[in-house]
Protein backbone atom coordinates (compact mmCIF):
# COMPACT_ATOMS: atom_id res chain seq x y z
CA UNK A 1 0.00 0.00 0.00
CA UNK A 2 1.33 3.43 -1.35
CA UNK A 3 2.36 5.58 1.71
CA UNK A 4 1.71 9.60 1.37
CA UNK A 5 2.46 12.26 4.42
CA UNK A 6 -0.14 14.70 3.42
CA UNK A 7 -1.00 15.92 7.29
CA UNK A 8 1.59 14.74 10.59
CA UNK A 9 -1.03 11.99 11.73
CA UNK A 10 -0.48 10.05 8.44
CA UNK A 11 2.29 8.77 10.38
CA UNK A 12 1.07 6.99 13.51
CA UNK A 13 3.55 7.51 17.00
CA UNK A 14 5.86 4.44 16.24
CA UNK A 15 6.07 5.63 12.75
CA UNK A 16 6.89 8.85 13.61
CA UNK A 17 9.57 7.82 15.57
CA UNK A 18 10.86 5.63 12.86
CA UNK A 19 11.40 8.42 10.43
CA UNK A 20 12.98 10.29 13.23
CA UNK A 21 15.30 7.54 14.38
CA UNK A 22 16.15 7.37 10.50
CA UNK A 23 16.81 11.30 9.95
CA UNK A 24 19.42 11.19 13.17
CA UNK A 25 21.33 8.36 11.21
CA UNK A 26 20.88 9.74 7.68
CA UNK A 27 22.60 13.17 9.44
CA UNK A 28 25.60 11.06 11.41
CA UNK A 29 26.10 9.52 7.87
CA UNK A 30 25.18 12.30 5.51
CA UNK A 31 26.36 11.10 2.59
CA UNK A 32 26.65 7.27 3.65
CA UNK A 33 23.48 5.95 1.66
CA UNK A 34 22.28 6.37 -1.70
CA UNK A 35 19.12 4.44 -2.14
CA UNK A 36 17.61 6.51 -5.06
CA UNK A 37 20.71 5.53 -7.39
CA UNK A 38 19.67 4.53 -10.57
CA UNK A 39 18.92 7.61 -10.40
CA UNK A 40 15.26 7.61 -9.52
CA UNK A 41 13.75 10.90 -10.00
CA UNK A 42 11.31 12.81 -7.65
CA UNK A 43 8.95 15.46 -8.79
CA UNK A 44 9.13 18.94 -6.57
CA UNK A 45 6.32 21.19 -7.44
CA UNK A 46 5.55 24.61 -5.61
CA UNK A 47 2.64 26.63 -6.04
CA UNK A 48 4.06 28.65 -3.64
CA UNK A 49 7.33 31.24 -2.56
CA UNK A 50 10.15 28.83 -1.05
CA UNK A 51 13.78 28.65 -0.51
CA UNK A 52 14.44 26.18 2.67
CA UNK A 53 11.57 23.60 1.23
CA UNK A 54 13.25 24.26 -2.23
CA UNK A 55 16.89 23.41 -1.07
CA UNK A 56 16.38 20.50 1.46
CA UNK A 57 14.38 18.95 -1.06
CA UNK A 58 16.50 19.76 -3.92
CA UNK A 59 19.81 18.52 -2.13
CA UNK A 60 18.43 15.41 -0.31
CA UNK A 61 17.91 13.72 -3.36
CA UNK A 62 20.42 14.15 -4.96
CA UNK A 63 22.57 13.21 -1.44
CA UNK A 64 20.23 9.90 -2.08
CA UNK A 65 21.54 9.44 -5.39
CA UNK A 66 18.14 10.70 -7.20
CA UNK A 67 17.38 13.02 -9.51
CA UNK A 68 15.18 15.99 -8.01
CA UNK A 69 12.56 17.50 -10.60
CA UNK A 70 12.19 21.39 -9.47
CA UNK A 71 9.11 22.88 -11.10
CA UNK A 72 7.05 26.08 -10.29
CA UNK A 73 3.32 26.46 -10.94
CA UNK A 74 4.11 29.18 -13.28
CA UNK A 75 5.68 27.15 -15.16
CA UNK A 76 4.28 24.11 -15.67
CA UNK A 77 0.71 23.03 -17.42
CA UNK A 78 -0.70 23.43 -14.06
CA UNK A 79 -0.56 26.57 -13.30
CA UNK A 80 -2.61 26.83 -16.57
CA UNK A 81 -5.65 24.96 -15.18
CA UNK A 82 -4.57 21.14 -16.37
CA UNK A 83 -6.11 19.13 -13.68
CA UNK A 84 -4.93 17.84 -10.73
CA UNK A 85 -5.73 14.39 -11.96
CA UNK A 86 -3.93 14.29 -15.34
CA UNK A 87 -0.93 15.33 -13.50
CA UNK A 88 -0.49 13.04 -10.98
CA UNK A 89 -1.41 10.12 -14.08
CA UNK A 90 1.68 11.72 -15.99
CA UNK A 91 3.67 11.82 -12.86
CA UNK A 92 3.39 8.33 -11.77
CA UNK A 93 4.78 7.11 -14.97
CA UNK A 94 7.89 9.12 -14.32
CA UNK A 95 8.92 9.62 -11.10
CA UNK A 96 9.14 7.64 -7.43
CA UNK A 97 7.17 10.27 -5.37
CA UNK A 98 5.86 13.73 -5.86
CA UNK A 99 6.65 16.50 -3.44
CA UNK A 100 3.79 19.68 -3.56
CA UNK A 101 3.67 22.92 -2.39
CA UNK A 102 0.33 24.23 -2.92
CA UNK A 103 -2.90 26.39 -1.38
CA UNK A 104 -5.57 24.12 -0.52
CA UNK A 105 -5.43 20.78 1.38
CA UNK A 106 -8.26 18.97 -0.80
CA UNK A 107 -5.53 20.00 -3.72
CA UNK A 108 -2.77 17.74 -2.41
CA UNK A 109 -5.40 14.79 -1.56
CA UNK A 110 -6.44 14.74 -4.54
CA UNK A 111 -3.49 14.35 -6.25
CA UNK A 112 -2.63 11.25 -3.35
CA UNK A 113 -5.58 10.03 -4.89
CA UNK A 114 -4.95 10.15 -8.33
CA UNK A 115 -1.34 8.51 -8.28
CA UNK A 116 0.47 5.06 -6.93
CA UNK A 117 3.32 6.65 -6.27
CA UNK A 118 4.29 8.67 -2.51
CA UNK A 119 3.17 12.25 -2.36
CA UNK A 120 4.40 14.64 0.26
CA UNK A 121 3.04 17.79 1.40
CA UNK A 122 5.59 20.22 1.18
CA UNK A 123 3.20 22.78 2.99
CA UNK A 124 -0.59 24.16 2.69
CA UNK A 125 -2.80 26.45 4.09
CA UNK A 126 -3.63 23.95 6.75
CA UNK A 127 -0.59 21.74 7.56
CA UNK A 128 3.55 21.74 6.63
CA UNK A 129 4.34 18.76 8.41
CA UNK A 130 7.80 18.14 7.02
CA UNK A 131 8.44 21.20 8.73
CA UNK A 132 7.15 19.89 12.11
CA UNK A 133 9.12 16.90 11.48
CA UNK A 134 12.38 18.19 11.26
CA UNK A 135 10.91 20.44 14.20
CA UNK A 136 11.07 17.18 16.42
CA UNK A 137 14.35 16.22 15.16
CA UNK A 138 15.62 19.55 16.58
CA UNK A 139 14.19 18.94 19.94
CA UNK A 140 15.30 15.67 20.35
CA UNK A 141 18.98 16.46 19.48
CA UNK A 142 18.25 19.59 22.21
CA UNK A 143 16.17 17.17 24.87
CA UNK A 144 17.29 13.89 24.63
CA UNK A 145 13.38 12.46 23.30
CA UNK A 146 9.94 13.61 23.16
CA UNK A 147 7.46 12.86 25.21
CA UNK A 148 6.72 14.61 27.96
CA UNK A 149 8.33 17.86 26.56
CA UNK A 150 6.34 20.86 26.46
CA UNK A 151 6.36 23.15 23.66
CA UNK A 152 4.66 26.51 23.21
CA UNK A 153 3.93 27.89 19.75
CA UNK A 154 2.54 31.82 20.05
CA UNK A 155 1.08 33.71 17.19
CA UNK A 156 -1.09 32.73 14.66
CA UNK A 157 -3.31 29.83 15.98
CA UNK A 158 -4.84 29.14 12.35
CA UNK A 159 -2.23 28.43 10.40
CA UNK A 160 -0.30 25.39 8.68
CA UNK A 161 2.63 25.61 11.67
CA UNK A 162 0.06 26.10 14.43
CA UNK A 163 -1.93 22.92 13.00
CA UNK A 164 0.81 21.13 12.63
CA UNK A 165 2.42 21.19 16.11
CA UNK A 166 -0.83 20.32 16.98
CA UNK A 167 -0.48 16.93 15.74
CA UNK A 168 2.76 16.60 14.84
CA UNK A 169 3.66 16.65 18.80
CA UNK A 170 0.73 14.94 20.22
CA UNK A 171 1.52 12.15 18.14
CA UNK A 172 4.88 12.52 19.84
CA UNK A 173 3.47 12.35 23.47
CA UNK A 174 4.39 15.92 24.03
CA UNK A 175 2.32 18.61 25.82
CA UNK A 176 1.56 21.54 22.95
CA UNK A 177 0.36 24.62 23.38
CA UNK A 178 -0.87 27.01 21.42
CA UNK A 179 -1.22 30.70 22.62
CA UNK A 180 -2.49 32.65 19.61
CA UNK A 181 -6.01 35.54 19.78
CA UNK A 182 -9.39 33.90 20.39
CA UNK A 183 -10.12 35.66 17.16
CA UNK A 184 -7.40 33.44 15.43
CA UNK A 185 -7.19 30.10 16.96
CA UNK A 186 -6.74 26.76 15.44
CA UNK A 187 -9.34 24.13 13.59
CA UNK A 188 -11.41 22.73 15.93
CA UNK A 189 -11.26 19.67 14.25
CA UNK A 190 -7.50 19.69 14.45
CA UNK A 191 -7.53 20.29 18.17
CA UNK A 192 -9.74 17.86 18.29
CA UNK A 193 -7.76 15.40 16.49
CA UNK A 194 -4.51 16.35 18.61
CA UNK A 195 -6.40 16.02 22.05
CA UNK A 196 -7.39 12.65 20.68
CA UNK A 197 -3.98 11.35 19.81
CA UNK A 198 -2.58 12.74 23.19
CA UNK A 199 -4.73 11.01 25.02
CA UNK A 200 -3.22 7.76 23.60
CA UNK A 201 0.28 9.28 23.90
CA UNK A 202 0.79 10.20 27.00
CA UNK A 203 0.71 14.05 25.94
CA UNK A 204 -1.54 17.10 26.00
CA UNK A 205 -3.54 19.80 24.36
CA UNK A 206 -3.69 23.52 25.54
CA UNK A 207 -5.01 26.27 23.30
CA UNK A 208 -5.07 29.60 25.38
CA UNK A 209 -4.99 33.26 24.45
CA UNK A 210 -2.78 34.16 27.29
CA UNK A 211 0.60 34.44 26.05
CA UNK A 212 2.45 34.08 29.28
CA UNK A 213 0.66 31.37 30.52
CA UNK A 214 1.01 29.04 27.11
CA UNK A 215 4.87 30.04 27.57
CA UNK A 216 5.43 29.64 31.65
CA UNK A 217 8.08 26.71 32.07
CA UNK A 218 7.82 25.45 28.12
CA UNK A 219 10.76 23.93 26.93
CA UNK A 220 10.16 24.68 23.80
CA UNK A 221 9.07 27.94 22.17
CA UNK A 222 8.32 28.20 18.47
CA UNK A 223 6.24 31.00 16.24
CA UNK A 224 5.84 31.98 12.65
CA UNK A 225 5.15 34.77 10.63
CA UNK A 226 2.20 36.58 11.39
CA UNK A 227 0.95 36.30 7.93
CA UNK A 228 1.47 33.57 6.06
CA UNK A 229 1.77 33.22 1.55
CA UNK A 230 -1.45 34.06 0.40
CA UNK A 231 -3.17 36.14 3.38
CA UNK A 232 -2.05 39.86 2.30
CA UNK A 233 -3.63 42.96 4.11
CA UNK A 234 -4.11 41.38 7.57
CA UNK A 235 -4.04 43.51 10.64
CA UNK A 236 -1.76 42.10 12.74
CA UNK A 237 -1.89 44.67 15.95
CA UNK A 238 -3.46 41.41 17.30
CA UNK A 239 -0.75 39.68 17.53
CA UNK A 240 2.17 41.86 19.54
CA UNK A 241 1.03 40.38 22.68
CA UNK A 242 2.23 36.71 21.33
CA UNK A 243 5.79 38.19 20.12
CA UNK A 244 8.66 36.27 21.30
CA UNK A 245 10.32 38.62 23.16
CA UNK A 246 13.37 38.40 25.73
CA UNK A 247 10.18 38.86 29.03
CA UNK A 248 8.35 35.92 27.21
CA UNK A 249 11.40 33.65 27.04
CA UNK A 250 12.21 34.92 30.59
CA UNK A 251 8.87 32.72 31.50
CA UNK A 252 10.17 29.50 29.84
CA UNK A 253 12.18 26.77 31.70
CA UNK A 254 16.05 28.26 31.90
CA UNK A 255 16.97 25.38 29.47
CA UNK A 256 13.86 26.38 26.82
CA UNK A 257 15.07 26.61 23.09
CA UNK A 258 13.58 28.88 20.19
CA UNK A 259 12.21 28.00 16.97
CA UNK A 260 10.74 29.43 13.78
CA UNK A 261 10.51 27.80 10.54
CA UNK A 262 11.80 31.02 8.92
CA UNK A 263 11.54 33.30 6.95
CA UNK A 264 11.46 35.54 10.60
CA UNK A 265 10.42 38.68 10.68
CA UNK A 266 12.36 40.28 13.30
CA UNK A 267 10.83 42.90 15.92
CA UNK A 268 7.23 40.81 14.59
CA UNK A 269 6.54 37.42 15.84
CA UNK A 270 9.98 37.52 17.39
CA UNK A 271 12.97 40.17 18.38
CA UNK A 272 16.06 40.04 16.71
CA UNK A 273 18.03 39.58 20.01
CA UNK A 274 15.65 36.30 20.66
CA UNK A 275 16.20 34.68 17.14
CA UNK A 276 19.90 35.70 17.00
CA UNK A 277 20.73 34.70 20.72
CA UNK A 278 21.68 31.73 22.46
CA UNK A 279 18.44 29.59 23.42
CA UNK A 280 17.67 29.88 19.25
CA UNK A 281 17.79 26.57 17.78
CA UNK A 282 16.52 28.05 14.37
CA UNK A 283 19.53 27.08 11.95
CA UNK A 284 19.46 23.75 13.07
CA UNK A 285 16.17 23.42 12.76
CA UNK A 286 16.47 24.70 9.02
CA UNK A 287 19.38 22.08 8.25
CA UNK A 288 17.02 19.40 9.73
CA UNK A 289 14.65 19.90 6.82
CA UNK A 290 17.26 18.20 4.67
CA UNK A 291 17.57 15.33 7.31
CA UNK A 292 14.08 14.21 8.11
CA UNK A 293 12.79 14.76 4.36
CA UNK A 294 15.49 12.40 3.28
CA UNK A 295 14.55 10.25 5.59
CA UNK A 296 10.65 10.56 5.02
CA UNK A 297 11.42 9.96 1.43
CA UNK A 298 13.72 6.31 2.27
CA UNK A 299 10.91 5.57 4.82
CA UNK A 300 7.87 6.46 2.40
CA UNK A 301 9.26 4.72 -0.53
CA UNK A 302 10.64 1.42 0.93
CA UNK A 303 6.79 1.17 1.38
CA UNK A 304 5.63 1.84 -2.35
CA UNK A 305 3.87 -0.24 -4.52
N1 LIG B 1 10.24 27.01 6.47
C1 LIG B 1 9.98 26.90 5.17
O1 LIG B 1 9.19 26.06 4.71
O2 LIG B 1 10.67 27.79 4.40
P1 LIG B 1 10.47 28.07 2.85
O3 LIG B 1 9.13 28.73 2.69
O4 LIG B 1 11.61 28.97 2.49
O5 LIG B 1 10.50 26.77 2.10
N1 LIG C 1 2.93 29.91 7.89
C1 LIG C 1 3.92 30.26 6.89
C2 LIG C 1 5.00 29.22 6.85
C3 LIG C 1 6.12 29.55 5.89
C4 LIG C 1 7.16 28.47 5.83
C5 LIG C 1 3.25 30.39 5.55
O1 LIG C 1 2.39 29.56 5.21
O2 LIG C 1 3.58 31.34 4.82
Same mark, same amino acid.
Given at each position: ????????DDLSPGEQAEVLDLAAQVK????????????????????????????????????????????????????????????????????? *? #???? +?? $???????? /? !? &???????????????????LADLQTVQEEKGGLAGVTL???????????????????????????????????????????? *? #???? +?? $???????? /? !? &????????LATDTWVSMGQGGKDTALY??????????????????????????????????????????????????????? *???????????
Amino acid at each position: MTRHFLRDDDLSPGEQAEVLDLAAQVKKDRFGRRPLEGPRSVAVLFDKPSTRTRLSFATGIAELGGNPLVMDAGTSQLGRGETIADTARVLERQVS *A #IVWR +TA $GQERIEEM /A !A &GTTVPVVNALTDVFHPCQVLADLQTVQEEKGGLAGVTLAYLGDGANNMAHSYLLGCATAGMHVRVGAPASQPPDPAIVDRAK *A #IAAA +TG $GSVTVTAD /A !A &GAAAGADVLATDTWVSMGQGGKDTALYEPYSVTEDLLALADPEAIVLHCLPAYRGKEIHASVLDGPRSRVWDEAENRLHAQK *ALLVWLLERAR
